[in-house]
């Protein structure tokens, strides 16, 4: 299995030299990651009517056609019903205030949170090339859900003395546990297979992802760097 990208592997200097320690720029294809719908707003409608506002995203589509899943009832398990999604989304606002540990331990300012990092990596399997027996929509899918369990197991790094088994076997646990609060269904079951895809790095969209995820806390390092440089900068002047 693939080792995550974190950012305790990187010493963060304030001479604007950052020097990465567990990996290196060789070891990520930059064949893949080279980045050269017009979408309008809906009104997001939690099934209240069972006459939807036309064209509008309806999370519980057994009352209407006009959703993206099934048109049948709840029964044959291809949806979550209006409640679980709230519940789940909810259980899914920790993702939004957890700060990536890392960079707490770096003493770093307003650092980014969990969704910050899921975001970004989720924008670049959006904006990248075309490649040959990629499916990039999986892509997008897995980079929303890969850091998901961390929800309820908050970011646990090496620093944490946790052992790779046991931190798995804690995620793995957390993510069963979202998908029943998510009331179980396709969608819950997608969600468990895109994420063991990534644990796994099981797909060539799996071993793409991971490598957006090194590159995502990359980019955020330098970017990082460059307030602490230019805080060094201004101080000296």
Same mark, same amino acid.
């Given at each position: 299995?693939?080792?995550?990208?974190? =950012?305790?592997?990187?010493?963060?200097?304030?001479?604007?030299?950052?020097?990465?320690? $567990?990996?290196?720029?060789?070891?990520?294809?930059?064949?893949?990651?080279?980045?050269?719908?017009?979408?309008?707003?809906?009104?997001?409608?939690f099934?209240?009517?069972?006459?939807?506002? =036309?064209?509008?995203?309806?999370?519980?589509?057994?009352?209407?056609? $006009?959703?993206?899943? $099934?048109?049948? +009832?709840?029964?044959?398990?291809?949806?979550?019903? =209006?409640? @679980?999604?709230?519940?789940?989304?909810?259980?899914?606002?920790?993702?939004?205030?957890?700060?990536?540990?890392g960079?707490? @331990?770096?003493?770093?300012?307003?650092?980014? $949170? #969990?969704?910050?990092?899921?975001?970004?990596?989720?924008?670049?399997?959006?904006?990248v090339?075309?490649?040959p027996? %990629?499916?990039?929509?999986?892509? #997008?899918?897995?980079?929303?859900?890969?850091?998901?369990?961390?929800a309820?197991?908050?970011?646990?790094?090496?620093?944490?003395?946790? =052992?790779?088994?046991? *931190?798995?076997?804690?995620?793995?646990?957390?993510?069963?546990?979202?998908?029943? %609060?998510?009331?179980?269904?396709?969608?819950? !079951? !997608?969600?468990? !297979?895109?994420?063991?895809?990534?644990e @796994? +790095?099981?797909?060539? !969209?799996?071993?793409?992802? *991971?490598?957006?995820?090194?590159?995502?806390? #990359?980019?955020?390092?330098?970017?990082?760097?460059?307030?602490?440089?230019?805080?060094t900068?201004?101080?000296?002047?």
């Amino acid at each position: 299995m693939a080792a995550k990208a974190n =950012p305790n592997s990187l010493f963060l200097s304030s001479s604007s030299s950052t020097h990465y320690s $567990s990996f290196s720029f060789h070891q990520i294809s930059l064949k893949k990651v080279s980045f050269l719908v017009d979408f309008q707003g809906r009104k997001l409608v939690f099934a209240c009517s069972k006459k939807p506002i =036309p064209g509008s995203v309806n999370l519980d589509p057994s009352i209407s056609n $006009s959703g993206s899943g $099934s048109s049948k +009832n709840d029964s044959d398990g291809a949806s979550s019903s =209006p409640s @679980n999604a709230i519940d789940f989304l909810t259980l899914c606002h920790s993702l939004k205030t957890t700060k990536r540990k890392g960079w707490v @331990n770096h003493a770093i300012k307003g650092a980014e $949170s #969990i969704a910050d990092h899921m975001y970004r990596m989720s924008l670049m399997a959006l904006i990248v090339g075309d490649l040959p027996g %990629v499916n990039r929509e999986r892509c #997008i899918k897995m980079a929303i859900v890969h850091d998901i369990a961390e929800a309820i197991v908050g970011d646990i790094t090496p620093s944490d003395g946790v =052992p790779k088994a046991e *931190k798995s076997r804690l995620e793995q646990a957390a993510l069963t546990e979202m998908c029943e %609060v998510l009331g179980g269904g396709m969608r819950a !079951e !997608e969600i468990k !297979e895109l994420w063991q895809e990534y644990e @796994n +790095n099981a797909s060539l !969209e799996a071993n793409l992802v *991971k490598d957006f995820d090194k590159v995502e806390m #990359i980019l955020q390092a330098l970017e990082y760097e460059s307030v602490v440089f230019d805080r060094t900068w201004k101080g000296a002047g």
